[in-house]
Structures are given as structure tokens and as C-alpha cells.
């Protein structure tokens, strides 16, 4: 097969597939890059370790012991239940505790495993040997585990939220909880959510440009596909999530009416965010799940996957209509009839690609040859769990069952249901899968299966008559039930139940420990696998493959393809210039682009996360001048940070195959570096997109109280806001530039529209604490503010790179970065200016 | 008549209690009830279906076609059970919607931790009472939902649905009781500490206005 129609810059990379390099001896090449690749010895080398599978197995780990923190809250919680009098918890640390379970299920759990499992399979599957940017993942790590703690440490003092884990407002806001309890929410999982946008910036940038060369997106093992939708879901999905908890953080601390009906807030605001993240949440969940299903599934069945092309339509189906159906978790607020029926209609819909799914796996099932292994247990109790919850939910989306199951033990059946059927055994399954990927053992016998049905048991004991519960009209979060004794024996059941299944989760995590210290040397390949991951040495090294593979080495099994890539065939062996180096190649068909130079171990990640931590733990205080100050360590290390992408020594193409020379990545077109900020910037745009969303809810939706008249000066608004747009569209001309003058230029227009902010519209804004009008101007004041003081920044940091004399005609250095954040800001400007002048006239 | 003899095997059946939602004592909590059956029985036939089709799965190889699995049963027997469902919640729902029929209304205030109500009395003048409600047997009655400080949830499971009681908004739910009896209530979205405690009683009366403000209560729950 030959590409005719290759472009000049492509054609020197080869058409079909790469030639062979010439066979080295494995063991030297091994030794050669484990010693660029290796992490720092002892506690230093965690903290400034940036390695994929370091920081991927650390993210699981850590939200296992998460999980189990939250499993230990669960088992509080059906031990208070258990009685109809309770009297093991009071109600305000009972409060606490649900709060505190639902909220590390979902954002210190799930979430965090999720993005532990991408990160640390996905290179491994897409023949690569880092994520796209390997400082962004320890960041995220530190971020995660620093606002962990903060939660937890919160709970610890008796000071944990207590709100729920969705923290409806007002009950969240200053006047029904005061003290610290809803801030520890607020910062912490803002803080914890850092790593998810992190994490899903570099998913999707490594899945389109890391691929093997040949790998085309078209033919990319499912998981990456089913890993690309949640990435592109967390892109969109949680910036609702932040700039609500922004809001509602600003209301408690400033007093900004967001959300307050007395003054032209709304506490629906805070649904309608908070839903617009919760259910695509929901998704974002289950399909790394039902990426590894996809993956296991035929492995188990000794087959190939039945109905790929159906199987990917279904994800970007999901994709798509998860953003449709927030509003089912709101059937009981008062929503328009018409509203109500669409919002039915598509939350039923979603179920048609899940059923897609589903089929597809069964019919996988039917057309290979199912063998027993202990994964395969752990997807069958999938699909009895899963099923049911889906039904569930199907029910739930129905509106007048809704009305009456919503807010019961029903609802609480069918999330665990849905979250443990869709995620924790698809999970279990793929722990017990990649594990011997992990230690490099076989695991003992027995103890694994015991474990599955142990909890198998013990979730539909303790969930099963839960649905019974809810219909017979108790409640979700109480903490006692003196007059309703026909709820005692349900509520035992689920509660003896409750407590097997904590045992299953301790075996199960037994057979973990088992197999890492009394495990045997497990052979290579040892499920026979067609992916890439399996085709290294075990466990996998920290550079995953001795030399890249390429369009050969697809598809094939895995342990031929392990030989011949330990012995330097593939692409870019070895690390001869001891530097970290992968292929970066072209989104579609994974042609050879150029080579990325990675960072080395760093404890810059480390610092950075701290100090950001710093800040979080000022604002907790409620100290916010020192927390204002605690800023400016935060940019110094970002500019440090963006310091340490500078080249070092001159840089010559690299020879990745005999006769195919690649330029570095310093010299290329679209480096990964740029990719990544433009999925940084969708996540921006959707986080403006909320405050949009926010600013017509409350003008149009909302019937509170008219805003006070507007003691605007007019006058003095209309030249500050032209001298802003002025100097915004001069900021995107002079970004094109090229010369350092135009780089100075663009620097001046950026600072003459701030200060023309500062000086000509900030001092006569109307008071933001008198009504939500006003606080949302000034919200998104501070939010143009921050962004020219960013482009101002990155105007600077080009200036200085000419300085240094590091831009030159091959080197662009961060002008094409500073490009597109300057098209961001004046564009996010020029918007919030004409959303302003549509809002005032509409008033 | 068919709803007696419906709740009493019901009630054999270990689905009664005051608040069950499976114990029905008005049209609109039935109309609800029958569709969860419904939904029961037909979830029941898919979930052995699906089990069965896994369990096959279980045995030699085959040779299958793709699209009856992806488009055949995925696609097209899916969205077949959803439309169908999904008709038959937009007709329950019509039928169990507040309309303009100048039905009774009562005021249903909630607050941090109880419930007010207002009635119109005999002579049009507003009655208040708290902790329990008042409204005729045999017709249907608007409830208007509001709040005083956080969002609650107004909710009666053998009359009707529940609907939020959110401040700065009024929401309105239809319910009917079928005969006179008292009937729990409760706040249903969690509302800070005293939410378990939120629990009020539903009265319905025979005559209606009652001859006396505030009336008799009547004893024994239905």
C-alpha cells in the first residue's frame, strides 16, 4: 500500500510504514534508556517523578485508599440505619458523613481512577512512552492529593461539608451554613478538579498526536476512542462545575448574590450548573468502564471486538447526549411541561447507545469462545449489576415516576446500581486484567473469585430491597425513622448486607496484596492480548518500548512484537541522546511528524501544586490579602515553568528510521504544546460559556427583585470600553507578528486595555453585593482582568525569549501559544462586552 | 373499587405504610403506581432476556451478524421499548398535570424545619395551620409550594408526586384524595439538620369548606 498523496513536509516520513532499524542487543538498549527514563532514588524521586506509570499507578492507588475511606463513611452510615432510632450518629456529623461519602465517591474515587487508569495505559496502548506532558500529569497528581487531604482533614476536625454532595444553595450559602464547612467543599474539589482539566487536556492531545505511526484514528483500539470521549466530556463538562463553585465560593465570601432570590439571584442557577457537570459526570465515569470492557471483552472471548464502527458511533452518541439531559435530575423544580417532556425524551434516548454497547459485547461474547477467567467474573456481575441500573434509570427519566421515586432510597439504588455495576466491576475486571502488567506476577488462586462473589452478594443484598425502600417512601439522607417501622427490616437487610460487601472489597483488595508479594513471575502476554500494552517486558519499564512500534507491529500478537521492538526494529530506539524522546505523528493517519523532547525529573510540579495549595488554604482561612499575595509565587512558577520548555543546545533533525529524519519539536508546525492549549482553551471557552449561561438565566428565567437603578457613569464605560476593544483587536493583530516590536507593542495594547479595566470601569462599577446583575459584571470584569494580565504575561515571556536570543528563524518559540490566548481574550472581551450592552437593553 | 381490591393485595404483598408510593389512595399516586408495575414486569422480560442471551453466549463459537446485534438490538429494539415507555409516561403525565379547572388550592409554606399551611375558609378568609394540611376528599386540589429559607420538597406518596419547595418561587401539584382519612407527608430534598423531622399530615374531609376552622381532626390514619 502506497500514499500518493502525502504532502512535501510528510513525504520524507514513509508512506506505509517505516523502514526497519538494524537489530541492537536488547539488554544494553534497555539499560541505555532506563537510565534516562528512571525516576530519582527514595522520597525525593516520588516527588519529582513525572513518569506516566509511576504517577498513573499512583493516581489508582491513591483512589483505592479513597475508596476505602468512603467505603468506611458507607458502612457508618448503614450502621446509623440500621435502627429506626439510630443513635450511634448525631444528625450533624450523620450529615457530614454523607456529604463526605458522596463526595469522595465521585470526585476522589471515580474521578481520580479514571484518570490514573488513562494516564497510565494509554501510552502503553497507543505505543508511545509518555503522556504529552508529563509535568501537567504530576501537577494534577498534587493537586488531587493536596485537595484530598484538605477534605479530609476537614472531616477530621468536624468541619467537613454537610450539605449533600450536590450542596444546593441556598442551603449551601453563608446565611443556612455558616463557618467553614461548605468552603472546605468549594476549594477542595475546585482544587482536586485542577487534575481533571490537566488530565483531560493531555488525554486528548496524546490520543490524537502519539499514536504509533500507521495507527490511524480510525483503527485505534477502543479504549482510546471510548478514553477521547471522556476527555472531550471532563473539556466541557466540568468547567460548569468551577465556575459554579467560583460563584458560590464569591457569594459566601464577598457576599455576591449569585444565587440569592432576594436579590436577583436564583438558587436553580446553581442546579442548572451543577446538573450540566453532574450528568455528563455520569458518563465520564462509565466509559473509560466500558473502554476496558471493550478491551477484555474479546481478549476473554478469544475474538475481535464485534461492530467497532457501531461501537464508536455509540460513544460520540454519548458524548453528544449527555449534555442534553442535566436537567432529569431537576423534574421536580418546577420546570415547564414542554421542558419536561424533551428533557424525558432525551434522557431516555441516551439509553439506545448504551443498549448499542451492550449488544455489541454480547454478541462479542457469542462469536468467540468466553473462558472463565477471573476477570470475566467480574464482567458478568457487570452486566447483571449494570442492566438493572440501567432499567432504573430508564424508569427514573419517565417524569411522573420520577416524581415520585426522586429524592428516595430508590434514587440511592439505582446510582450504585449504575456507579458500581458501570464502574466498579468494569474496574475490578480491569485491575485483575492489567495486574500482572503492574508487579509482573501471576496472582494466587482463589482469593480473587471468593472476593467476587462475596461482593457481588453483598451489593444486591444491600441494594436490591433498597429500590423496596424508596418506593415505600423513605427518603434519601435522614438519619432516623421512629414512626415508620415498615422501613426496619428493609433497612437491616441493606445494612447486614452492606457490611459483606465491605468484606468482598477487603478480600479483594487481599488478592492484590497476594499477588504482589507472594505472586509468581507471571509470563509474558499472558492473556494472549492483539494491543500494544502487553507487548513489552513485565512489569512494563518506565519507558515502555526499547524502540517505538509502527504500522508493522499493530495488530499482531503481542509477544511476537515484543521481540522485535526490544531489539531496536521500531522507530527512534533507545535514547541515544539521552534525552526522553517520542514520535509525535498527525491526527488522522499517524504519519511521523516530528520528535517531542520531554522534561526530566522535576520537583517543579511539586512547588507549583504547593503553592497553589497555599493560596486554597489562605482563602479557607478567609485571609484574602495574604491568599491575593500567595499569587504571585503561583506566576513566578508558571513563568519558571514555561522556562523549562526552552531548547537546550542546538537542535539537529533526528533520525527515527533508516533515511527518515524528523525536525525536534521546537521546529514543528503544531507542536503538542500548542495542542494542548487549544484543549485547554475549549475548557476556558466552556467555562465562559457558563458564566454566559448564568448571566441570560438571570435575566431572562429568574422573577426576582428589579436590580437598582445603575449608577453607572455611562460616559466614562463607553471610552474605557472602546480603549479595551481597541487595544484587544490591536493585541490579535500584533500577536501575528513576528519581531520582537511587535512583541513590545503587544505587551503595551495588552496592559493599556487593563489598566483602561482597573482605572476606567472597576471604580464605578455598581456595588456587586446589592443584586446578581451587578455581582456578574463584576465576576466577569475580574475574568477579562485575569485573562489580559495572562496575555500580558505571555507577551513579556516572548520579549524575553528575544532577549535571550532564543527565537530564530527555525525557533518560534511561545509566539504561537501567545497567539492563541490573545485570540481567546479578545474575543472572550469583545463577547462579554456585547453581552453586557444585550443585557442592559433587554433590562 | 379496582383500586381497593388493588391495595389490599398490595398491602398482603408488604407494599402499604403511610407513606408507601405502592399504596395508592388517589388517582394520581395510582396512575403513577400502574406505571411502575408496568415498567416492573416489562424490566423483569428484558433483564431475563438480556441474562438469557449472555448465558448462550456460554458454549461454542458462532458465526453471527453484526448488525442484528448493533442495529437490530441495540438500535431498533431499544428505541422500540423507549418509545414505547415514553408514551406511555407522556400520557400519564398530561392526565396528572394541574390545570385550570378551579380546583381547590391550598398554600403549602416550608420552612427550616416544619410546614404552614393557608386554606381559604368558609367566608373566603385565609386559615392557617401547622403541621397539617386540609383538603376535600373526591376532587382535586392545587397545592401551591413555597419557602421561606433553603429548598424543600413537598410530598404526599399515597396522594400524588413530590414538588420542590424553592424560594422566591411558587411551584403548583395536583393531588386527590379518594376518601376522607389523614395522610402523611414529608419534606422529600434534604434540607439541613431538622430534615428527618419535616413530616406533616394530610386531612382530607368529606364536606368541604368544613363547618368549623379550624375542623376536627379525625382520627386514625387511612
Known sequence: ?843 | MRCRILSATLLLAGCGGPLSTLAPSGPVAAEIAWLWWAMLAGAGVITLFVLGLLALAFGRPRETSTRRWTHGLGLWFSLGVLTLLLGAGLVVGERILPRDDGAVTVRAHAFQWGWSFTHEGADGAPVESAGLMHIPAGQPVDILITSEDVIHSFWVPRLAGKMDAIPGRTNRLRLIADSPGVYAGLCAEFCGRGHAGMRFDVQAHADWPPENWPPEPERGRQ
Open chain 1, 1 to 843: 500500500m502506497t500514499d500518493t498523496t502525502a504532502s512535501p513536509s510528510e513525504a520524507q516520513a514513509a508512506p506505509a510504514d517505516l523502514p526497519r532499524n538494524p537489530p541492537q542487543r536488547a539488554l544494553p538498549l534497555n539499560r541505555e534508556l532506563a537510565g534516562v527514563w528512571a525516576n530519582d532514588r527514595g522520597i525525593w524521586g516520588q516527588i519529582t517523578s513525572v513518569s506516566h506509570t509511576t504517577l498513573g499507578l499512583r493516581f489508582m492507588a491513591t483512589a483505592l485508599v479513597f475508596f476505602a475511606i468512603g467505603g468506611i463513611l458507607a458502612m457508618l452510615i448503614r450502621a446509623q440505619l440500621a435502627t429506626p432510632d439510630g443513635a450511634f450518629l448525631d444528625t450533624e456529623l450523620y450529615n457530614q458523613i454523607f456529604t463526605m461519602h458522596g463526595s469522595i465517591m465521585m470526585f476522589l474515587f471515580a474521578i481520580p481512577m479514571l484518570e490514573g487508569l488513562g494516564i497510565w495505559l494509554l501510552p502503553k496502548m497507543l505505543g508511545t512512552r509518555d503522556m504529552a506532558f508529563p509535568r501537567l500529569t504530576a501537577l494534577g497528581y498534587w493537586c488531587y492529593l493536596f485537595g484530598g487531604l484538605i477534605m479530609l482533614t476537614a472531616l477530621l476536625f468536624g468541619v467537613a461539608p454537610r450539605d449533600g454532595w450536590f450542596m444546593y444553595t441556598p442551603l449551601s450559602s453563608s446565611a443556612y451554613s455558616p463557618g467553614i464547612n461548605a468552603d472546605v467543599w468549594l476549594l477542595g474539589v475546585t482544587f482536586v478538579e485542577i487534575s481533571a482539566v490537566a488530565a483531560a487536556v493531555e488525554i486528548t492531545v496524546t490520543i490524537l498526536r502519539q499514536r504509533a505511526p500507521g495507527m490511524k484514528l480510525t483503527e485505534m483500539p477502543l479504549f482510546a476512542w471510548y478514553m477521547l470521549g471522556t476527555s472531550a466530556m471532563m473539556l466541557v463538562g466540568f468547567p460548569p462545575l468551577i465556575a459554579a463553585s467560583v460563584l458560590l465560593e464569591l457569594e459566601r465570601a464577598f457576599d455576591w448574590p449569585f444565587f440569592d432570590p432576594l436579590r436577583g439571584g436564583d438558587p436553580l442557577l446553581w442546579q442548572h450548573l451543577f446538573w450540566l457537570f453532574g450528568h455528563p459526570e455520569v458518563y465520564i465515569i462509565f466509559l473509560p468502564a466500558a473502554g476496558a470492557l471493550s478491551t477484555i471483552i474479546p481478549v476473554m472471548c478469544r475474538t475481535r471486538i464485534l461492530g467497532y464502527g457501531a461501537i464508536v458511533a455509540a460513544v460520540l452518541g454519548l458524548v453528544f447526549l449527555s449534555f442534553g439531559l442535566w436537567v432529569h435530575h431537576m423534574f421536580t423544580v418546577g420546570i415547564p411541561h414542554m421542558a419536561l417532556a424533551f428533557f424525558s425524551a432525551a434522557s431516555v434516548l441516551v439509553a439506545v447507545p448504551t443498549a448499542v454497547q451492550v449488544f455489541a459485547w454480547i454478541g462479542t461474547m457469542w462469536k468467540g469462545r468466553p473462558e472463565l477467567h477471573l476477570p470475566m467474573y467480574h464482567i458478568l456481575g457487570f452486566f447483571l449489576t449494570f442492566v438493572l441500573g440501567g432499567l432504573t434509570g430508564v424508569m427514573l427519566a419517565i417524569v411522573p415516576f420520577n416524581w415520585q421515586a426522586h429524592d428516595t432510597a430508590f434514587v440511592t439504588a439505582h446510582l450504585h446500581y449504575v456507579l458500581i455495576g458501570g464502574f466498579v466491576f468494569p474496574m475490578m475486571a480491569a485491575i485483575t486484567y492489567w495486574m500482572p502488567l503492574v508487579t509482573g506476577k501471576a496472582r494466587v488462586r482463589g482469593v480473587g473469585e471468593a472476593a467476587f462473589w462475596v461482593i457481588l452478594i453483598g451489593f444486591h443484598g444491600t441494594f436490591f430491597v433498597m429500590h423496596l425502600t424508596g418506593l415505600l417512601g423513605m427518603p434519601r439522607r435522614i438519619d432516623v425513622y421512629p414512626d415508620n417501622p415498615e422501613w426496619i427490616w428493609l433497612n437491616l437487610t441493606s445494612s447486614f448486607f452492606g457490611f459483606v460487601m465491605t468484606i468482598g472489597f477487603a478480600m479483594f483488595a487481599l488478592d492484590m496484596l497476594l499477588q504482589v508479594t507472594l505472586g509468581t513471575r507471571a509470563r509474558r502476554d499472558p492473556w494472549r492480548a492483539p494491543t500494544l500494552d502487553w507487548a513489552m517486558p513485565l512489569p512494563a519499564p518506565s519507558f515502555n518500548f526499547s524502540s517505538l512500534p509502527t504500522a508493522r507491529h499493530l495488530d499482531r500478537p503481542a509477544s511476537e512484537v515484543m521481540l522485535e521492538l526490544a531489539c531496536g526494529d521500531g522507530a527512534l530506539p533507545g535514547a541515544p541522546r539521552g534525552q526522553r524522546e517520542f514520535l509525535v505523528t498527525s491526527v488522522g493517519a499517524a504519519r511521523p511528524d516530528h520528535v517531542a523532547h520531554l522534561p526530566g525529573n522535576t520537583s517543579l510540579p511539586f512547588a507549583l501544586s504547593s503553592s497553589i495549595g497555599v493560596f486554597v488554604l489562605l482563602v479557607l482561612w478567609q485571609l484574602y490579602l495574604l491568599a491575593g499575595m500567595a499569587l504571585v509565587p503561583v506566576a513566578v512558577l508558571i513563568w519558571v515553568w514555561g522556562r523549562g520548555l526552552a531548547p537546550r543546545g542546538p537542535l539537529q533533525p533526528i533520525e527515527i528510521a533508516p533515511g527518515v529524519t524528523l525536525p525536534v519539536h521546537h521546529q514543528a508546525r503544531q507542536s503538542l504544546g500548542q495542542s494542548g492549549l487549544v484543549a485547554f482553551l475549549v475548557a476556558n471557552a466552556a467555562l465562559f460559556a457558563s458564566v454566559l449561561f448564568g448571566l441570560a438565566f438571570l435575566s431572562v428565567v429568574t422573577q426576582g427583585p428589579a436590580p437598582p437603578p445603575a449608577m453607572i457613569d455611562t460616559s466614562r464605560i463607553a471610552w474605557a470600553t472602546g480603549l479595551i476593544a481597541g487595544a484587544q483587536l490591536l493585541g490579535m493583530a500584533l500577536s501575528r507578528g513576528g519581531a520582537p516590536v511587535w512583541a513590545a507593542l503587544g505587551l503595551c495594547a495588552n496592559a493599556v486595555a487593563l489598566i483602561a479595566l482597573l482605572a476606567g470601569i472597576v471604580p464605578v462599577l455598581d456595588d456587586p453585593t446589592a443584586h446578581a446583575r451587578d455581582a456578574l459584571r463584576a465576576a466577569m470584569a475580574a475574568y477579562v482582568g485575569l485573562h489580559l494580565l495572562v496575555a500580558c504575561g505571555m507577551a513579556a515571556f516572548v520579549l524575553d525569549q528575544y532577549r535571550r536570543g532564543e527565537i530564530t528563524e527555525q525557533i518560534r518559540g511561545a509566539w504561537a501559544p501567545w497567539r492563541l490566548w490573545q485570540d481567546f481574550t479578545s474575543i472572550t472581551t469583545l463577547v462579554t462586552i456585547l453581552a453586557l450592552i444585550a443585557q442592559k437593553g433587554g433590562a
